[in-house]
Antibody, heavy 110, light 112 residues
Framework: VQLQQWGAGLLKPSETLSLTCAVY????????WSWIRQPPGKGLEWIGE???????NYNPSLKSRVTISVDTSKKQFSLKLRSVTAADTAVYYC?????WGQGTLVTVSS | DAVMTQSPLSLPVTLGQPASISCRSS???????????LNWFQQRPGQSPRRLIY???NRDSGVPDRFSGSGSGTDFTLKISRVEAEDVGVYYC?????????FGQGTKVEIK
């Protein structure tokens, strides 16, 4: 199983962060697929997760700004984070915990 | 939230010597199905995290047997029996029992 992620790496404050993760190989159904972020030089923060049928769980600290969606036909899942600020600058990972994407550095700067 | 507290946060180790990292949860991690969803991850410099251990003590495929996990309830430990140079990095525990999922602060393992 490989996870390949992509999305814009430079945003201005108040814009929407948008990332997509594609799953290659293995089964897409029966698992939860997660987004996790890591601010520069800091630890890991769980953002949320989704399964193949679209059932989601979010971190309450971000819930008001986050939407995670799934496209089962393409074996992809996506993250949207609205109204970003400098505090959202981080490397964003998609993961199933046993498999991780390569990470995308998202920088928020005016 | 289940707060995960790791110690120590920095761990200098001599090559070939053992290392041990503690992880404590503010809540029991025993799920209603009877399993305990405690994972350990390794993050080498400049790399994505890699899961080493799941459900307290199960090694992922390809993980050397010098890594072992133990514990129950709220107290867990990751042990490296003989540290090798490739083990340098930051180690995180993560609980998958409660929402939101939460990570420990990380323990940086370095060679003396």
């Amino acid at each position: 199983v490989q996870l390949q992620q992509w999305g814009a790496g430079l945003l201005k404050p108040s814009e929407t962060l948008s990332l997509t993760c594609a799953v290659y190989g293995g089964s897409f159904s029966g698992f939860y697929w997660s987004w996790i972020r890591q601010p520069p030089g800091k630890g890991l923060e769980w953002i949320g997760e989704i399964n193949h049928s679209g059932s989601t769980n979010y971190n309450p600290s971000l819930k008001s700004r986050v939407t995670i969606s799934v496209d089962t036909s393409k074996k992809q899942f996506s993250l949207k984070l609205r109204s970003v600020t400098a505090a959202d600058t981080a490397v964003y990972y998609c993961a199933s915990y046993d498999f991780w994407g390569q990470g995308t550095l998202v920088t928020v700067s005016s | 939230d289940a707060v995960m507290t790791q110690s120590p946060l920095s761990l200098p180790v001599t090559l070939g010597q053992p290392a041990s990292i503690s992880c404590r949860s503010s809540q029991s991690l025993v799920y209603s199905d009877g399993d305990t969803y405690l994972n350990w991850f390794q993050q080498r410099p400049g790399q994505s995290p890699r899961r080493l251990i799941y459900k307290v003590s199960n090694r992922d495929s390809g993980v050397p047997d010098r890594f072992s996990g133990s514990g129950s309830g709220t107290d867990f430990t990751l042990k490296i029996s003989r540290v090798e140079a490739e083990d340098v990095g930051v180690y995180y525990c993560m609980q998958g029992t409660h929402w939101p999922r939460t990570f420990g602060q990380g323990t940086k393992v370095e060679i003396k």
